[in-house]
């Protein structure tokens, strides 16, 4: 039966493979959060408007199609905060959501006085958080991201 499948698939060319492949699996989007830290070793958090009561999380948003994590991470912070960032590197990537998957990266170090405009769309406030010291409702999986970040922790990939 296998052999009669694969023969199929191959006849069938490769446009076709990938609509058939398309159709077949699952359909996700891909977050991206940021780790901000300022020069005195706190963190940015956001308190999102639309996460319920656990609103203080890391800046992000949603990968656009094709965008780099990168540039995406550039585009969040530019949107939400009105800041420009220089992405460092990726220390987390998380899936099992059921269609999400999510990148955390950590940006260049920020100057806490940088003058934020706050996207009031999508953040009710945003402060400087040390460790230890984050508000209540703040998204332990965020939490458990900065916990990796202050020790210094190579890339975690996760499934949930």
Do not use: C
Request: proline share 3%; no cysteine; aromatic share 10%.
């Amino acid at each position: 039966m296998y052999k009669l499948l694969s023969k199929i698939w191959k006849l069938l060319g490769k446009k076709t493979q990938w609509f058939a492949a398309w159709l077949i699996h699952a359909k996700f989007s891909v977050g991206v959060s940021l780790v901000i830290p300022s020069e005195d070793g706190r963190v940015l958090l956001g308190k999102h408007v639309f996460s319920g009561n656990k609103p203080w999380r890391l800046i992000g948003g949603y990968m656009n199609r094709g965008e780099h994590v990168f540039d995406a991470a550039k585009r969040e912070a530019k949107e939400e905060l009105g800041i420009d960032i220089v992405p460092m590197r990726i220390i987390r990537i998380r899936s099992g959501f059921r269609y999400r998957v999510e990148f955390t990266v950590v940006t260049e170090l920020v100057p806490a006085d940088t003058g934020l405009k706050i996207d009031h769309g999508e953040l009710h406030e945003v402060g400087w958080f040390a460790a230890g010291n984050e508000p209540e409702g703040t998204l332990s999986s965020h939490l458990e991201t900065l916990r990796v970040y202050r020790e210094g922790g190579e890339v975690v990939v996760e499934n949930l």
